[in-house]
Each structure stands twice: as C-alpha cells, then as structure tokens.
C-alpha cells in the first residue's frame, strides 16, 4: 500500500514541467506565482484564490468546519501569552524589540524574508529579531528553539495578522538567491526522490493516507502553527521534518540554503493576507 502511495506522487512528476510552463526557469518571481495559481484554478476551480490561506483545510469542508470551531477558543493562547512577554520584556539597556524594528514590530511580518543588500543575504524574521538582540547587548536565540525564538516570533506574527505577504526580490543577488531557493523546492531528494514541489504542486488536494496536502500557494502566511494543540512548529522545523519523510539529509535550520527556500516559497504567496499562528492537525 505504502509502495502505492509513493508510486502516485511520482506519477505526476513527468508533468510538472509541462503544467507549469516555464515557472522553473528564467521566470520572475510573479510570473511564478501567476503559472501556479493557475494551475491550482484549473485543477480546482471550485476553491477560491483567498481560501489557499487555510492550507489543505481548502479542499475539506469537513476540516474547515473542525478548524473554526478549534479557532474559536484556541488551546494554545498561553503559549502566545508567553511570547507576548517575551515581546514586552525590555532587554539589559531598556530597549525592546520595538525600538529596532520597523514599524514598532508591527504590519511587518509579511516583508519577511527579505533581501539584505549590505550583509549580502536572504533575513528571515527570526534573524531580524536576533540582530535586534545583539545590537542591544543580548545573546542571539538559539534558530529553532521553540520556548525562546519560537514563542516570541508566534506573538510577533499576531501583530501583522491581516498583512499581504508582500516579499519583495529586486537586484541580481536577491534574485539570484530566490533562484536558488526555487531550484531546492524543485529538486528531488532523498531514498524516496521527491520534491517539495512533488507534494506541493501537482499533489496538492490529494491525500497521502490520511492527510490532505496543502498547496504552496498560501502555505507560508500561517507559520508558525500549534499542531495538535499546543506543539509549536516553524516554518523551518517543517521544513527539516520533509527532509526526513523524504529520506535525505536537511539543511541546518537558518542555513543560506534554508533561507533562500523560506524566500521563494513567501513570495509565492504574495498578495495573500497573513493567518498567524493557527491550529493545524
């Protein structure tokens, strides 16, 4: 049965490249996401362009329905009280996050990750947040630490609920780095030979036994999720966890290589509003 399932999903991976015309080279980053969105409209003409927000949950009326219930009173509301805390604690010098943030910290979530012209790389919100700590004298997080770094990013996140992701990719390096993020999210891996893009694209509304799985379209804008209640999980830590189903090594957590993968696949989901730190299975 297993054999079954793993020989569907590769399947639809002859047709990849013809479904999405040229998205995989010398394409821009809007042209991406235009070539996806629709292939998903063709696929799935019934489920709306804003709903891909929610994830597989899109596909699922059933799901949906458990979800907004769930949303309703979520089980993990002290977890974001911590991070909130966290937020409001001045450091050592009497700063906070909110002096050497844009915005106060706040409606900016959805520029991540960006492009950093003068450090010459992709900076995710969690290496925003560690720069804010070592210019005011503290000790940088530990990347996917989920009680410091984890927690105060899911607070963080609130405060640009309703934003549209809006990741922007100008010059020849913040492109040449969402290339490379584009080229790992298409480039098979491990024992099994998958892609993100395996799951992501063509498979996106099929089930993998009993799970349905998400579109790229829309996945970033929710992370990171409490799944099962209260198990924080980040963007990245999701990330490593497909590396290991597909049977292959994953990159380092903040790697470059990680890094540009979390940058084309936010861009993906540009013009699409922000759904923080949600309640996922």
Known sequence: MKQQIIMKLLTGMAGLSIALGAATAHATPESDRQALIKYYTQKYPNVKLEDY???????????????????????????????????ETPFKNGKTYADCLPNGGKQIA????MFDEAQGKVVTLKNAINDCRTANGEAAYGYSDAKTMGLLTSYMRTLSDGMLMNVKVEGPKATAAYEDGKKTFFSRNGQLN????????????????????????????????????????TLQDR????????????????????????YFHSAMSNGLPMKASVFRK
């Open 239 to 262: 990330y490593v966890g497909c590396f290991k189903q597909v049977r292959a090594v994953s990159p380092t957590p903040g790697s470059a290589t990680m890094n540009n993968l979390e």
């Open 194 to 233: 998958f892609a993100c893009a395996s799951c992501h694209v063509q498979n996106a509304g099929s089930r993998l036994r009993s799970e349905l799985i998400s579109p790229v379209v829309g996945q970033t804008v929710h992370w990171p999720v409490f799944r099962g209640g209260e198990r924080l999980t």
């Open 53 to 87: 927000v929610y994830g597989a949950l899109a596909f699922d009326p059933d799901s949906m329905a458990q979800y907004e219930a769930i949303m309703e009173f979520p089980p993990y509301m002290s977890e974001i009280e911590q991070g909130r805390k966290m937020w």
């Open 110 to 113: 959805g520029n991540y990750p």
